[in-house]
C-alpha cells in the first residue's frame, strides 16, 4: 500500500472554527490533491499542489485554503468551518498529474454542527 | 468541457450474474481513462486503466475497454462475487490535467 496517511480521521467541530487537515506522505510522490466527497456528487477537488509551496486552486475551492511546505505534507484549512463543509475530505498523491494512477488515503470525515 | 457520465445506481445483483457498469465521457485531446474502487469505510483505489484508443484494462477479472467512437469506457465482469459489492468509479484525465470523475455507481451484490 502507498505510503499516505491523514489525520484526524473524524472531526466534529463547531461552526466558525478553524479546522486543518492533514496528508502526510511517505512516497515523494510530486502531485498532492485534496478531495471532498459528498452523495450524488463523487469526488471534487478543492486544491491541489504541483511542488513544494506551488498550489492550485480546483473546482470547488471556495472557503478552503491549503499549504505545502514539505514535499510529504499537503494541509487543508477551513478557516471558518460551515455546515456545507460537512463532508468526507481524501488526500491523493500520483507522480504524474493523472497519467498514472493516484493513490488515497482512508479519508476524513469532517461534521460542521 | 471534459466530463463523465456514469449509470446511476445503485446497481443490485445476485452472486454469478454479469456485470456492466456504463461509464461515457467528453474530453479534449487523448485522455487516459480509469476506473476506481472505493470499498465501506476505505479510500478510493485504482481497479484498472487504459491510456489509448482500443486498449483494454482489466484487474480482479474485470474488464474495460476505451472505445473512442463512442467514447465510452465501461466495466464488466463475468461473474460477481459479494466480495465486489462496493462503489466504482469512471474517471479520465485530459492531456495535462487532473483527474475528472464519474459520480459514482454503488454496486450490491446479494448472496
Known amino acids: 500500500d502507498a505510503g499516505i496517511t491523514q489525520s484526524p480521521r473524524h472531526k466534529v467541530t463547531e461552526t466558525g472554527t478553524p479546522v486543518t487537515l492533514r496528508c502526510h506522505q511517505t512516497?515523494?510522490?510530486?502531485?498532492m490533491y485534496w478531495y471532498r466527497q459528498d452523495p450524488g456528487h463523487g469526488l471534487r477537488l478543492i486544491h491541489y499542489?504541483?511542488?513544494?509551496?506551488?498550489?492550485d486552486k480546483g473546482e470547488v475551492s471556495d472557503g478552503y485554503s491549503v499549504s505545502r511546505s514539505k514535499t510529504e505534507d499537503f494541509l487543508l484549512t477551513l478557516e471558518s468551518a460551515t455546515s456545507s463543509q460537512t463532508s468526507v475530505y481524501f488526500c491523493?498523491?500520483?507522480?504524474?498529474?493523472?497519467?498514472?494512477?493516484?493513490?488515497f488515503g482512508q479519508g476524513t470525515r469532517l461534521t460542521v454542527v | 468541457g471534459n466530463s463523465v457520465t456514469q449509470m446511476e445506481g445503485p446497481v443490485t445483483l445476485s452472486e454469478e450474474a454479469f456485470l456492466t457498469i456504463n461509464c461515457t465521457y467528453t474530453?479534449?485531446?487523448?485522455?487516459?481513462l480509469f476506473w476506481y474502487v472505493q470499498y465501506p469505510g476505505e479510500g478510493l483505489q485504482l481497479l484498472l486503466k487504459?491510456?489509448?484508443a482500443d486498449d483494454k484494462g482489466s484487474n480482479k477479472g474485470f474488464e474495460a475497454t476505451y472505445r473512442k467512437e463512442t467514447t465510452s469506457f465501461h466495466l464488466e465482469k463475468g461473474s460477481v462475487q459479494v466480495s465486489d459489492s462496493a462503489v466504482y468509479f469512471c474517471?479520465?484525465?485530459?492531456?495535462?490535467?487532473?483527474?475528472?470523475w464519474g459520480a459514482g455507481t454503488k454496486l450490491i451484490i446479494k448472496p
Open positions: 491523493a498523491i500520483s507522480d504524474s498529474q493523472g497519467r498514472t494512477e493516484a493513490f
Open positions: 512516497e515523494n510522490h510530486r502531485y
Open positions: 499542489s504541483y511542488g513544494v509551496k506551488d498550489t
Open positions: 474530453a479534449t485531446g487523448y485522455p487516459s
Open positions: 487504459a491510456t489509448k
Open positions: 474517471a479520465l484525465t485530459p492531456s495535462n490535467y487532473q483527474l475528472i
